[in-house]
């Protein structure tokens, strides 16, 4: 039974017996299993138990636990059973921790190995044979989702390092569309002087006339800057207002 200093609330219980020998000293397996800070542990002449509470009520009581006696003939194990859980699920896992300790203490203590082997082979099968088809069906339907989301993950990866090199691509090719454009824009403006020449050989093809719309047209110029350069033309003598 659990000691009365642990304020152990019962709310389900179970039990696992088997035989066992005590090799050492009780004093000895205390001062080793201490150090791994995995149990309260408590001492007499005749036996140790070890006692993990895993979580307390609203009132800190214990309520999920398992105390593991070890006596100098036997091993004694009790542990809590929430109402909402496998039972099944977690005698195995009372079982597990319970061969965690003899493994720390195979030189000072050896359980009856028959008994603890036949046990826990018992609490196996009953957890493989409580997992129906659906379960079975739902684990490979989790599986299958598993392997495509790695796969989609891996074409995610793929994709981003496409689409960078695609944003480099598109600033490059985005660069060398404004240096042409400015080249463009250099080759299509004129300079005054250019501008003058063209005009007077427009007038003399054109029986010493100019159509400034048509003119600005041609040459793809704005009406305002071929008058600019009339203007200019007439204040230099280059041509001659009539009319």
Do not use: C
């Given at each position: 039974?659990?000691?009365?200093?642990?304020?152990?609330?019962?709310?389900?219980?179970?039990?696992?017996?088997?035989?066992?020998?005590?090799?050492?000293?009780?004093?000895?397996?205390?001062?080793?299993?201490?150090?791994?800070?995995?149990?309260?542990?408590?001492?007499?002449?005749?036996?140790?138990?070890?006692?993990?509470?895993?979580?307390?009520?609203?009132?800190?009581?214990?309520?999920?636990?398992?105390?593991?006696?070890?006596?100098?003939?036997?091993i004694?194990?009790?542990?809590?059973?929430?109402?909402?859980?496998?039972?099944?699920?977690?005698?195995?896992?009372?079982?597990?921790?319970?061969?965690?300790?003899?493994?720390?203490?195979?030189?000072?203590?050896?359980?009856?190995?028959?008994?603890?082997?036949?046990?826990?082979?018992?609490?196996?099968?009953?957890?493989?044979?409580s997992?129906?088809?659906?379960?079975?069906?739902?684990?490979?339907?989790?599986?299958?989702?598993f392997?495509?989301?790695?796969?989609?993950?891996?074409?995610?990866?793929?994709?981003?390092?496409?689409?960078?090199?695609?944003?480099?691509?598109?600033?490059?090719?985005?660069?060398?569309?404004?240096?042409?454009?400015?080249?463009?824009?250099?080759?299509?403006?004129?300079?005054?002087?250019?501008?003058?020449v063209?005009?007077?050989?427009?007038?003399?093809?054109?029986?010493?006339?100019?159509?400034i719309?048509?003119?600005?047209?041609?040459?793809?110029?704005?009406?305002?800057?071929?008058?600019?350069?009339?203007?200019?033309?007439?204040?230099?003598?280059?041509?001659?207002?009539?009319?």
């Open positions: 039974m659990l000691p009365d200093e642990t304020g152990f609330i019962e709310p389900k219980i179970s039990e696992i017996k088997l035989g066992g020998t005590l090799l050492g000293s009780f004093d000895v397996i205390s001062n080793r299993l201490s150090s791994t800070q995995l149990f309260s542990i408590k001492t007499s002449p005749n036996s140790i138990s070890l006692i993990r509470v895993e979580s307390r009520d609203m009132q800190k009581r214990p309520f999920l636990f398992f105390v593991i006696n070890l006596n100098k003939d036997s004694v194990v009790q542990y809590s059973i929430p109402m909402d859980s496998s039972e099944k699920l977690r005698k195995l896992y009372v079982l597990k921790n319970l061969f965690g300790v003899l493994s720390l203490i195979a030189d000072l203590y050896t359980p009856n190995l028959t008994e603890l082997f036949q046990y826990a082979d018992s609490a196996i099968d009953d957890v493989l044979n997992l129906s088809q659906s379960y079975s069906t739902l684990f490979n339907n989790y599986d299958s989702l392997n495509e989301f790695r796969e989609i993950k891996r074409l995610n990866i793929e994709l981003t390092a496409a689409n960078k090199n695609l944003v480099v691509q598109t600033t490059q090719l985005q660069n060398q569309n404004k240096e042409l454009t400015e080249r463009l824009k250099a080759l299509e403006t004129y300079s005054d002087e250019s501008l003058m063209m005009i007077q050989e427009w007038i003399e093809a054109h029986n010493s006339t100019i159509d719309n048509e003119f600005a047209e041609t040459y793809k110029i704005t009406p305002p800057r071929v008058e600019q350069i009339l203007n200019k033309m007439v204040s230099l003598g280059y041509v001659e207002i009539k009319g």
